[in-house]
């Protein structure tokens, strides 16, 4: 197991976001953004989230499909006399390039009450059709792409200040963030117990598959449902991005990501293949097969 308790701190560095702290480290000559454990307020004031957990098997669930995505270590970090789990994330920023969000781009092209943070589908949509800095065609099907990868391993915040652009001013260089900011999916607030009472229970695992937990997009200022958006078929661009990705999904990989996942008990892998087989089979293969008809 890496312990990266004694690599350099870059405290000339520093990390937004939410889901726990964040420093800069350097491991192996590179910077990485070392991200510890949030504390868990929906089951108590001692309990931290897994959060750190669903940041490191949600990227590598995602790169099995092709995705270009952060790069994402599981190590420990010793704090206090305790030691955490905490996720490494390679610092994709260097030699003057920056990570612009996508809410500073939709706020440059779009006026709206919510600004760039709104997440109005209709909106993003026009955002990125109307921006001039990058090419729409490629940007769009980017934008699917995570959207269905997103729903295989049910993210929950995907909003649009946590996927964005790679921009050198000086160079006038720019391209697209690998997908990052992955705490938010895998149900990281569920305890081990918590699992274990879920898992034999159909009803509770279905609910986790049909009814949350939702997109951050929204329709008419609802959150989406990611099994009724996906199964109408009624966005081509949607339906596009399923035919890119199902057949890339490879449920042995991911097993066998999740089996080799060090920290975390029998029970979470055991609960982790089973939710992502029902959200591949009920969600995806189901909207799939659909299409193909």
């Not at 931290?48 to 270009?68: D, Q």
């Not at 500073?104 to 709206?112: A, F, G, H, P, V």
């Not at 026009?126 to 993210?155: R, S």
């Not at 057949?247 to 939710?275: A, G, H, M, Q, W």
């Amino acid at each position: 197991m890496i312990n990266f308790t004694d690599c350099e701190i870059n405290n000339f560095k520093y990390y937004g976001g939410k889901n726990g702290g964040k420093i800069c480290i350097r491991y192996n000559d590179e910077d990485y953004m070392l991200k510890f454990p949030g504390v868990n307020e929906g089951i108590s004031e001692h309990g931290y989230s897994n959060n750190c957990i669903s940041e490191y098997l949600a990227c590598n669930i995602i790169k099995t499909l092709g995705l270009k995505v952060q790069e994402t270590i599981l190590g420990t970090y010793k704090l206090n006399d305790m030691e955490k789990i905490v996720v490494a994330c390679k610092d994709f920023t260097s030699n003057g390039t920056v990570l612009k969000q996508f809410a500073e781009l939709k706020n440059s092209q779009i006026e709206t009450s919510k600004n760039g943070y709104g997440t109005e589908l209709e909106e993003v949509i026009k955002t990125i059709e109307e921006q001039q800095i990058y090419d729409v065609k490629e940007l769009k099907e980017f934008f699917w792409d995570m959207f269905i990868a997103d729903c295989l391993v049910g993210n929950f915040d995907r909003h649009n200040g946590n996927w964005g652009f790679l921009i050198n001013e000086a160079q006038r260089k720019i391209e697209i963030a690998p997908i990052y900011d992955c705490a938010s999916c895998l149900y990281p607030q569920l305890t081990d117990e918590r699992m274990s009472e879920i898992i034999n229970n159909q009803e509770e695992m279905e609910a986790r598959v049909f009814i949350f937990p939702t997109s951050s997009l929204k329709i008419n200022d609802k959150k989406i449902n990611y099994f009724n958006y996906i199964s109408n078929l009624e966005s081509e661009e949607c339906n596009n991005a399923l035919s890119r990705i199902f057949p890339k999904i490879n449920l042995e990989k991911i097993n066998k990501v999740i089996d080799e996942t060090p920290f975390i008990s029998n029970v979470r892998k055991e609960f982790y293949k089973k939710i992502i087989q029902m959200r591949y089979e009920k969600i995806l293969k189901f909207s799939y097969e659909k299409l193909c008809r």
